[in-house]
């Protein structure tokens, strides 16, 4: 039976919640209101680091990259990754604009899966009741039997509606995508969702051009940030780019169309880095630094495998865009995960 410890958090806030031994102190606090900057939940980018100044906590070991061995000195460890092993006390940046949503437990059932691309669909799961979310975050997507979960960012818009969609790309022997979601998950299936996670987005509201990146499946949050961004201000400047190698890889293309018809100020540039003849040819770093002579006062998201978030924030920061206004979500195949899948 685990044991409850008490965490008391000190800050700019300060609060006070139950942990079980076995429970990351993360979870502790999204599920009590006490909402700290998260974004991939592995234990890999550093974002959720807390300093702990009384009692103690177990880890694993955590790469001198994503916090170094002096913030680790200095008792620094990360939330998402320790569970305590007494009564402690952290000090935490609890002044973040990180989302506040609560985190939940949910069963939602499939109501539809529909192909999208090549080895690529969405899934729509439909939970009992709308869930309170950011746009850019994700959910954890337990895989049956597995004892492993996958993180999917929500690609619909927060709305009062109850369905969920996720983008799922199949991973060659991926235990998720090749040997569940595209082997044998089919509508009418239940699945347990845990969540939402991260803080992709911090300033929607801002009102300078908004640069939208994505890779691959890495359109998904993009697509709930761009609509989001555009049911609050119809008319907002957004420019969306979509990088594939392939075109069979594109997709909803005529959708962005669509949405570029009903609101003037939004482009869609489809970007195919290995084929030509659909698209743009090359990278979406490549099109935006053609498109744009500077990117002072805009904003970007950008999400994707590493490669290209990397390229991308290049081609933003050598167009003079502030690099406090370029919000990143890297995420890879699920044989070497480290943040979001997609
Ligand atoms: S290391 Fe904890 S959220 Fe990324």
Same mark, same amino acid.
């Given at each position: 039976?685990?044991?409850?410890?008490?965490?008391?958090?000190?800050?700019?806030?300060?609060?006070?919640?139950?942990?079980?031994?076995?429970?990351?102190? &993360?979870?502790?606090? !999204?599920?009590?209101?006490?909402?700290?900057?998260?974004?991939?939940?592995?234990?890999?980018?550093?974002?959720?680091?807390?300093?702990?100044?009384?009692?103690?906590?177990? @880890?694993?070991?955590?790469?001198?990259?994503?916090? #170094? =061995?002096?913030?680790?000195?200095?008792?620094?460890?990360?939330?998402?990754?320790? #569970? =305590?092993?007494?009564?402690?006390?952290?000090?935490?940046? #609890?002044?973040?604009? /990180?989302?506040?949503?609560?985190?939940?437990? &949910?069963?939602?059932?499939?109501?539809?899966?529909?192909?999208?691309?090549?080895?690529?669909?969405?899934?729509?799961?439909?939970?009992?009741?709308?869930?309170?979310?950011?746009?850019?975050?994700?959910?954890?997507?337990?895989?049956?039997?597995?004892?492993?979960?996958? =993180?999917?960012?929500?690609?619909?818009?927060?709305?009062?509606?109850?369905?969920? $969609?996720?983008?799922? +790309?199949?991973? @060659?022997?991926?235990?998720? #995508?090749?040997?569940?979601?595209?082997?044998? !998950?089919?509508?009418?299936?239940?699945?347990?969702?845990?969540?939402?996670?991260?803080?992709?987005?911090?300033?929607?509201?801002?009102?300078?051009?908004?640069?939208?990146?994505? *890779?691959?499946? *890495? &359109? /998904?949050?993009?697509?709930?940030?761009?609509?989001?961004?555009?049911?609050?201000?119809?008319?907002?400047?957004?420019?969306?780019?979509?990088?594939?190698?392939?075109?069979?890889? &594109?997709?909803?293309?005529?959708?962005?169309?669509?949405?570029?018809?009903?609101?003037?100020?939004?482009?869609?540039?489809?970007?195919?880095?290995?084929?030509?003849?659909?698209?743009?040819?090359?990278?979406?770093?490549? /099109?935006?630094?053609?498109?744009?002579?500077?990117?002072?006062?805009?904003?970007?998201?950008?999400?994707?495998? =590493?490669?290209?978030?990397?390229?991308?924030?290049?081609?933003?920061?050598? +167009?003079?865009?502030? /690099?406090?206004?370029?919000?990143?979500?890297?995420?890879?195949?699920?044989? $070497?995960?480290?943040?979001?899948?997609?």
């Amino acid at each position: 039976m685990s044991v409850r410890h008490r965490v008391q958090v000190s800050g700019s806030v300060s609060a006070s919640v139950e942990c079980a031994d076995d429970q990351r102190l &993360l979870d502790a606090f !999204l599920r009590n209101n006490v909402y700290l900057p998260n974004s991939c939940n592995q234990g890999t980018c550093g974002t959720c680091r807390v300093k702990v100044t009384c009692g103690s906590v177990s @880890a694993p070991t955590v790469d001198d990259d994503v916090l #170094t =061995p002096e913030l680790q000195a200095e008792g620094y460890v990360l939330a998402c990754q320790s #569970t =305590p092993d007494s009564d402690v006390t952290i000090e935490a940046p #609890t002044e973040s604009s /990180a989302p506040r949503h609560r985190l939940r437990d &949910l069963t939602g059932t499939v109501s539809e899966i529909r192909a999208l691309a090549r080895d690529t669909v969405a899934v729509f799961v439909d939970v009992t009741e709308p869930l309170d979310f950011s746009a850019g975050q994700y959910m954890e997507i337990t895989v049956p039997g597995a004892g492993l979960s996958r =993180p999917y960012s929500m690609a619909n818009p927060p709305s009062t509606d109850s369905t969920l $969609e996720f983008h799922v +790309r199949r991973v @060659a022997g991926g235990t998720a #995508t090749d040997r569940w979601i595209f082997d044998s !998950l089919s509508s009418g299936n239940r699945v347990d969702l845990r969540g939402p996670w991260g803080d992709f987005v911090h300033d929607l509201e801002t009102t300078g051009p908004m640069i939208l990146l994505a *890779g691959g499946t *890495g &359109l /998904a949050p993009l697509k709930s940030i761009a609509l989001e961004a555009l049911s609050l201000d119809p008319e907002r400047e957004v420019h969306l780019y979509h990088g594939v190698r392939y075109a069979d890889d &594109l997709y909803e293309s005529d959708f962005w169309r669509s949405i570029g018809v009903a609101h003037p100020g939004f482009r869609y540039q489809p970007c195919v880095s290995r084929e030509t003849g659909v698209g743009r040819p090359g990278y979406v770093g490549d /099109a935006v630094a053609d498109d744009f002579a500077t990117l002072r006062g805009a904003v970007a998201y950008v999400c994707g495998p =590493p490669a290209m978030v990397d390229g991308a924030i290049k081609a933003c920061r050598r +167009r003079r865009m502030s /690099a406090r206004h370029i919000h990143r979500e890297k995420y890879t195949p699920a044989t $070497e995960l480290a943040s979001v899948e997609g």
